[in-house]
């Protein structure tokens, strides 16, 4: 593939250290490459190197000539004074911008529903980003590099974006530069995967590649990590669980990276479910009782300061959440997702309905604010948590707040550094142990991904696990609802509904709520638009009925395993019986997932 743009033997420092000591990168025609790594450890740096906005030191940055190269970092660039619409098309008449395709979709994605004539001044900090990717997308540019682009998108934008990356890149044309935290997008879009980490021996961070999108990285880099145990046996750990947890989702997670699926099970054979559902339950309840909070024919109305009627916001809402609960909160941006919180913590009062809540309840709340830590900002990490209770329970094994701390991503120099000095994911990590540590049995957290790295939220999750309470989450991180929450419910026209089909079934619902104005209607194959309605839906039970027979097949080769494991080494007839029985439970899991592939190709 011809080369579009790349850095030869990078080197640039700060007087506080070396960030890249002679780091060799390219992109091709058709790259679309994700940037993962600790914050910190400068992928923000090496995407703005490539982009043309930071020198290296030495070294060089090559383009082919006539490269038109877009980027979008995390600073607002918009001019306050200019309107919407200048912003997104400039002096363009109307009737030029509308007739592309491109630009329509673009707007009906991002935009459609901030005034077209408003001043950039008035938009709020997430409208102004929107606005800022969509003039980017609509622009013609032969490499796209985006910082964090997922940022103050809901899931329907998210998946929007998704899709239009992947259709703008479809005949293999430009390239793609993408820093993201949200690894649910980073395995829809990317192809390749470049992790920017620190390695032993080497001055500043180094880039390492690997194929295919995040669950593809997180087997590769268990490979690796397992080859260097001795070093990295804390991750290794930590990414074996979550690629058994990326092993035992749909079929379809698992088809799309370019690795044998045999190596994955093989790597996994011995590492437990993410979390004992059963025994946690049975903790939550002796904990917190059989009453947790129950909202009961609850509605909320706020009144407009225009004088016109008051704006409903959420209705009729029935909710008894039970103790050891785990739940998702789904919702557009203004559904009423923070009102629900606020019914459920007490700070919102409903205005017809009632709020019951257990006599044992103790609620806590990560919220978006860390307004908790301003009042200690002048003390060292140290002092903070040595304020706290002496130890910890997890998994049954003792841990002191600074081992906690150090399991999410602190060293152990920075425990000396003041709380006002610590960097947007570090003031993120201390706020969730100090809610953790203050011993709730339920637990709210919302938008718990801001400003935090790949390598915080696998640990986050990894901390979750093993904590027993009611669980309830409220995030636009795809990846991080499913994989820590066991049920979802979303706010639809004020109105909280169950998904039995988890986030799948709320862009269904919500692309058929809101229409082809705000979320384009997701482009059919050709077989999916000669079935017809009782067609499709027998597709989609027998797909059900097949994830149904992979997850007792699952537990019958598992079965089959302790079997030959148990069973006398010296019988060989024995063994060659148990191996035969296994060898055809496998083909039987080899035969469902392949007609799954072929029924979920009728639905794409």
Do not use: C
């Not at 043309?52 to 006539?66: D, E, L, W």
């Amino acid at each position: 593939m011809a080369h579009l743009l790349g850095g030869e033997t990078l080197h640039l420092e700060y007087p506080t250290g070396v960030v890249f000591d002679s780091v060799t990168v390219g992109v091709s025609e058709g790259d679309r490459i994700g940037i993962v790594g600790r914050n910190g450890d400068g992928k923000s740096t090496l995407l703005g190197m490539l982009t043309g906005r930071i020198a290296p030191h030495a070294g060089r940055v090559t383009q082919r000539s006539g490269l038109r190269v877009g980027s979008l970092d995390q600073t607002d660039t918009l001019d306050p004074e200019h309107t919407v619409a200048w912003s997104l098309v400039g002096e363009r008449p109307e009737h030029e911008w509308a007739g592309d395709a491109r630009i329509r979709d673009v707007i009906g994605g991002l935009v459609a529903d901030i005034p077209f004539d408003a001043p950039v001044s008035t938009l709020s900090g997430g409208q102004r980003r929107r606005v800022q990717l969509a003039a980017l997308l609509i622009d013609d540019w032969d490499v796209i590099a985006l910082d964090e682009p997922t940022n103050h998108l809901d899931i329907q934008g998210i998946t929007w974006l998704a899709e239009h990356i992947k259709g703008r890149w479809a005949r293999g044309a430009g390239g793609l530069l993408l820093i993201t935290h949200d690894r649910w997008f980073l395995d829809e879009v990317a192809t390749t995967t470049w992790e920017v980490h620190p390695a032993p021996g080497v001055r500043g961070s180094i880039v390492e590649p690997f194929e295919g999108g995040y669950a593809a990285y997180v087997l590769q880099r268990v490979e690796r990590d397992r080859q260097a145990a001795s070093i990295e046996a804390k991750r290794q750990n930590l990414m074996r669980k979550e690629l058994a947890w990326l092993r035992r989702g749909a079929p379809a997670r698992t088809s799309k990276p370019k690795f044998r699926i045999d190596a994955a099970n093989a790597l996994i054979s011995d590492v437990p479910p993410p979390r004992n559902s059963v025994e946690l339950s049975r903790l939550a309840t002796a904990r917190l009782g059989k009453d947790v909070v129950d909202l009961l024919d609850v509605s909320v109305t706020y009144p407009r300061p225009d004088g016109s009627p008051d704006r409903e916001v959420l209705r009729d809402i029935e909710w008894r959440i039970g103790p050891g609960e785990r739940t998702g909160i789904l919702g557009a941006n203004g559904a009423g997702k923070s009102t629900l919180l606020g019914l459920i913590a007490g700070t919102v009062t409903p205005t017809s309905g009632r709020v019951k809540r257990g006599k044992t309840v103790r609620l806590s709340v990560l919220d978006q604010q860390s307004g908790e830590l301003d009042a200690v900002s002048g003390d060292m990490v140290r002092e903070v948590v040595g304020r706290l209770q002496t130890s910890y329970q997890i998994d049954g094994k003792d841990f002191t707040p600074a081992q906690l701390l150090e399991r999410l991503g602190f060293a152990r120099d920075q425990l000396s550094t003041r709380v006002g000095q610590l960097s947007g994911g570090q003031r993120r990590r201390l706020q969730l142990l100090l809610v953790i540590l203050s011993e709730p049995n339920v637990l709210i957290l919302d938008e718990p991904t801001n400003d935090v790295d790949t390598d915080m939220l696998t640990a986050t999750e990894d901390l979750l696990d093993s904590w027993p309470g009611t669980l309830i989450v409220v995030s636009h991180d795809r990846y991080l609802l499913e994989r820590v929450t066991d049920q979802q419910y979303a706010i639809l026209d004020g109105r909280l509904r169950h998904l039995p089909g988890g986030v799948d079934e709320y862009l269904r619902l919500s692309a058929r709520q809101t229409g082809p104005t705000t979320t384009p209607a997701p482009r059919e194959s050709p077989a999916a638009q000669g079935l017809s309605g009782a067609e499709l839906r027998n597709v989609e039970k027998e797909i059900s009925s097949i994830d149904r027979s992979l997850a007792k097949l699952a537990d019958r080769i598992s079965g089959k395993h302790d079997e030959l494991a148990a069973h006398d080494q010296s019988d060989h007839v024995g063994l060659g019986r148990l191996t035969g029985e296994l060898r055809e439970l496998e083909a039987q899991v080899a035969d469902l997932e392949a007609r799954w592939l072929e029924l979920s190709e009728q639905l794409e």
